[in-house]
Each structure stands twice: as C-alpha cells, then as structure tokens.
C-alpha cells in the first residue's frame, strides 16, 4: 500500500535536466553523432594503412637500391677489360633483361654507348597528358599521403640535353670517389627513377644505368586504391548501420522523453507513455518501467486527492459539532446543559488531536522507511514484550492473550518501532472487537521463507465482502458498544502500509476453527 499524504511531487521528479555526463562535457553531442563516431573511428584507425603503405614503398625503394648498386657493379666488372662490341652487346643484352637504359662514358666523360641507341628502348617514361581518370587518382593519392606524412621530396628526373658524364651528379660522384653512387628520381607520373653510376675499369671509364621502377608505383597504388574503395565501402555501411541503430535507440527515446515531459508539466491527464512490447531489449524494458513508473505516479496522486478529500471530511464533522457546542455555550445557562456542552467540546477536541496524529503518523510512513535503517528482529520477543507492556499499561481491557510460537526463529528484516506499532493496532483492533474478558489468540509460524502473524479475535467476525473494506482509511464501522470518535479509521490502513514498506501482506480472514470472530493475518519474508 502507498500512503499518499508524504507523497511531494514536484518538478524534481521528472525534470529533463543536465545530467552529470553533461556538467563534464560529454553531453553536449547527440547519442546519434556519438554511435556514428564510435562506429567510424575504427575505420579512421583502419584508413590509416594508406600511411602504411607509404612505408612499404620505401622499403621497395631501399631494395631496389641496393639491387641497383650491386647491378651496376657486376655489370661494370662485366665490361672491364673486353671489346667495344662486346660491351655493345653486354648493354644490350643486359638492358633488355633487366628493362634498364645503360650508358657507358669513356674517361673523358663522353658518351661511349646507350642501350637505347643500340637497340630497341627497354621501357618508356609516361606522358602524363595522356593518363585516364583512374591514373589521374592514383597520382591526387600519392600527392594527399605524402603531404599528411610530410614525405621528403624527391628530385624531378630530367634527361640533361648534354650527353656527358659532367651532367649527372652520380658519374661525377663515382669517377671522383671511384665507388658505385645511386640516386633516386620522381617522374612525372610520380614512378620511382632509379639511376646507380660505376666506375669500369681502371681507366677512369664509368657505367650508368637508369631504371624506371614503375612496378614499385603500380603495387603501392593498388594496394592503397583496393584499401580505400574497401575503407569507403564498409564508410558507407557503417554510417547506415549506425544511423540505423540510433534511430531504434533515439527515436523510442525521444518518445519516452516527450512523454515524460508532458507528464511532468501535468497538461495531459491520460497521457500515454509506449511500453513498446514488442522490444524485448534494455529500451524495452526502460519503456515500460517508465510506463510502470507514470502509472504509479497518477496512483499516487490520485491518493493524495483521495487522502486530502477524506480528511477534510473527517476533521470536518467534528469541527462543525465543536463550532456549534462553542456557539451555544454563551447562550445557555442551565448548569446541567453547560457541562453536556462543555464535555461535547472536550470530546471534540480530543477527536480532532486523534485525527491529527494518526493522519500525521500516516503522512510520516513512506519518507521514515525510504530513510530507515533495516535490522534483524526476533519477531516473537518482540510481541511477548508488547503483550508484557500492555498489560502493564491495562489496555488489554481483561482480555486473555493467548500466544503460541511454531516453526523457526521468527527472524524478519525491519524497522524495529515500524513492525511495533502494526502489532500494537491489530491488539487494538482485537480488543476493541471482543466481547468482555474474551480470548485474543496470537500464533506465530515460519516456514523457512515466510514469518506469518496471526491474530484471532473473538467478536462478529468480518463479512467476506468487506475484507478488504476494513484497510481503507478512515474505515467507521466500530462495535456497538464503543463511543463515537474513539477510533480515527486509520489503524489498519497504517498496519498495512507498514507492513507493504517491509514487503510483506497484511489481510483479513475468517476463524479457521469455525468459531466467531476474524483473523489479521501479517506476512513478512525471513532472513536465515
């Protein structure tokens, strides 16, 4: 049961505030454009393989160096000490297999032999002005990773019109150091130009070859092109499958929020929040645990209105009796009629304290066990200790209480003065429904899971149809024999709020053993 009175709703219940994530600055971006980045960013991580292919091409190059230097040495070796024709036909024959142009200078630096001139041409630098869209890319990629990796530039490769060993650096390097030198050139269709220089003989001859390592560009290329198409291929994917699933999360969300906002703000009585069951996901379940949440929300306001009508009725009726004994009490001056009026008063006023201490007691139930502390208690000392107590105060009214323990050690979890009290009105109840000097029979038993109190009266016993009448508040029907106002209805309805805050049940029933009267029975779960 959920007493309404202490019950303060105010905007703090449902207010759409800033969160803590918001106060820290995690917040101010949407949930949609956090799932888009959390989904992308590894993908950003995966695009950043194109870095890696950077490196990749640099260790081709580096191999291709070394290949180049020790080409050009065996090859120099080759054509030291023969004929002028053979080394014609060793340029060729070795430039052709290896898809190299190889000059020869004599000492005084002249050109002595071009593979090319001897022969068909091993390879051909690109016209870029004839590349197609794709090579067009290709070359606007190179140009992106190396501008993001600040890769060293490379000197542009150009054929010098002089035809002399003093026009390329690495034959002046080789004839003044008389070791082999490589040199690496970009083209302008951004292959790789490899050239390596090599002293040839003794006699200040030199050998340089020129290779055109296409094939290092070709296999970067592909790889970085493949590793972008698929990067933005599975982009794409990404991107859709995220905004897909911020739209199952946002949008039942925004529903949720737009509904919790128009309860709080109180304009729709029956607003409806989804429960959306036919997600069985953490959405779902927040769905309807906020719909559960609203329900008993409007429960809980209704019973506040419910409470605050039923008060003012009930302080109402002996107001009007004590304005109306106070108006007349000036007028009369019989003596007899003066003492009726003023013990009229005295009741009424002893009436409305009652009612005021019960309803504020009532008001005090959920905000003191929401607070409350739960301990072990022994069921059984506790009631032999009410029983001591109340009948050292006399308020048992010479009525015998008979009391029989069964089962385990009555252990419950509660709030010691909450659990008093519940037991100290289901006595008041029986006393006040007994017949003079009746029996009051109180059993404890517990089954290993439930701790059950149950109190028997001996008086008329409660119709079927009203026992669940007996729990709502200011329940009036009192024994005959009992004078008006002594009682202000809310004992039993108290009992059971108190006994619901310790997940418990309180109802009423007839005598099991036929004889006249009505049971409470109170149920708490055990503790081990």
């Known amino acids: 049961m959920v007493d309404p009175i202490d019950g303060h709703i105010g905007d703090d219940s449902l207010v759409l505030g800033r969160t803590e994530d918001q106060r820290v600055g995690v917040g101010r971006f949407s949930l949609t454009a956090r799932i888009l980045v959390v989904n992308i960013l590894p993908l950003a991580l995966l695009s950043g393989g194109l870095f890696y292919l950077d490196t990749y091409r640099t260790q081709l190059i580096d191999e291709r160096f070394k290949l180049a230097r020790i080409e050009a040495q065996i090859t120099a070796e080759a054509l030291a000490g023969v004929t002028r024709e053979r080394q014609e036909a060793l340029l060729v024959q070795i430039g052709r297999e290896q898809g190299m142009r190889m000059r020869m200078f004599d000492s005084e630096g002249l050109l002595w032999a071009d593979s090319f001139a001897l022969a068909e041409p091993a390879f051909e630098l690109n016209d870029i002005d004839d590349d197609d869209l794709s090579q067009q ?197 019989d003596p007899d009629l003066r003492h009726e009026l003023e013990q009229i008063i005295t009741h009424d006023v002893r009436r409305i304290d009652r009612l005021v201490s019960e309803i504020s007691d009532a008001s005090r139930i959920d905000a003191e066990m929401s607070r409350a502390k739960l301990e072990h208690i022994n069921l059984s000392d506790l009631i032999y200790a009410i029983i001591g107590s109340r009948e050292n105060r006399s308020e048992n009214h010479d009525h015998r209480i008979e009391f029989n323990v069964y089962g385990y050690p009555a252990q419950v979890l509660g709030v010691g003065a909450r659990l008093e009290r519940v037991v100290e009105n289901l006595f008041d109840n029986a006393v006040s429904f007994s017949p003079p000097e009746a029996g009051i029979e109180v059993t404890i038993d517990n089954d290993g899971e439930c701790v059950t109190l149950l109190v028997c009266d001996s008086g008329p016993g409660i119709p079927e149809d009203a026992r669940e009448k007996v729990f709502d508040r200011f329940h009036s029907i009192r024994p005959d024999a009992e004078d008006f106002g002594n009682h202000s209805g809310l004992g039993l309805a108290i009992a059971r709020a108190i006994v619901e805050a310790h997940d418990g049940s309180l109802t009423a029933e007839s005598r099991s053993d036929g004889k006249s009267g009505a049971c409470l029975r109170m149920r708490l779960p055990t503790i081990s």
Not at 157 to 169: G, M, N, S, V
Not at 210 to 236: C, K
């Open 137 to 333: 890319w290709a070359r606007w990629l190179d140009h992106t990773v190396d501008a993001i990796v600040s890769a060293e530039l490379v000197p542009r490769y150009i054929e010098p019109d002089a035809q002399t060993a003093d026009a390329f650096p690495e034959l002046v390097a080789a004839r003044e150091q008389g070791v082999s030198q490589v040199r690496l050139y970009d083209w302008l269709d951004g292959t790789p130009v490899i050239t390596a220089a090599a002293p040839v003989g003794l006699n200040g001859a030199t050998l340089l070859t020129v290779r055109n390592a296409v094939d290092i560009t070709e296999r970067v290329r592909a790889a970085r092109s493949a590793l972008v198409i698929a990067v933005l291929l599975v982009l794409g994917a990404s991107a859709l499958l995220s905004l897909y699933l911020a739209r199952t999360i946002v949008s039942p969300l925004q529903l949720l929020a737009r509904a919790a906002q128009r309860v709080r703000q109180g304009r729709e009585r029956d607003v409806e929040v989804p429960r959306l069951p036919e997600r069985s996901d953490e959405i779902g379940q927040l769905a309807r645990s906020v719909s559960d949440m609203t329900s008993a929300l409007r429960q809980r306001i209704d019973a506040v209105d419910s409470f605050a009508a039923d008060v003012a009725h009930e302080i109402k009726n002996p107001l009007a009796s004590l304005r109306s004994a106070v108006e007349s009490l000036p007028k009369v001056k």
